[in-house]
Nanobody, 118 residues
Framework: QVQVVESGGGLVQTGGSLRLSCEAS????????MGWYRQAPGKQREWVAF???????VYVESVKGRFTISRDNAKNTMYLQMNSLKPEDTAVYYC????????????WGQGTQVTVSS
């Protein structure tokens, strides 16, 4: 697993934008698929998007066309550009490695809070 630090969250109005960053430590970052996840109050953590080491991206349907995931392997950093934000995007956002068994990952960062006001 990688150690991560998420940042960039904040309070924005509906329709606004934020750019989240995920700084990772560990030599496996550049070769690992990485993902963004979020957990809204009272809900389970959900996967939002992932990016392979080569830059292939996949998004959950609810954020397609609004969010863009990217990575800079030289900087061990991953990003999530979020545009056209909606109140339902309000959550704590986390980053971590991505695999089909991500639900079993035991080590998570502190996350970054995103709040979208209506």
């Amino acid at each position: 697993q990688v150690q991560v630090v998420e940042s960039g969250g904040g309070l924005v109005q509906t329709g606004g934008s934020l750019r989240l960053s995920c700084e990772a430590s560990g030599s496996i970052f550049s070769t690992s698929p990485m993902g963004w996840y979020r957990q809204a109050p009272g809900k389970q953590r959900e996967w939002v998007a992932f990016i392979t080491s080569g830059g292939y991206t996949v998004y959950v349907e609810s954020v397609k066309g609004r969010f863009t995931i990217s990575r800079d392997n030289a900087k061990n950093t991953m990003y999530l550009q979020m545009n056209s934000l909606k109140p339902e995007d309000t959550a704590v956002y986390y980053c971590n490695v991505y695999n089909p068994g991500w639900h079993k990952l035991s080590s998570w960062g502190q996350g970054t809070q995103v709040t979208v006001s209506s």
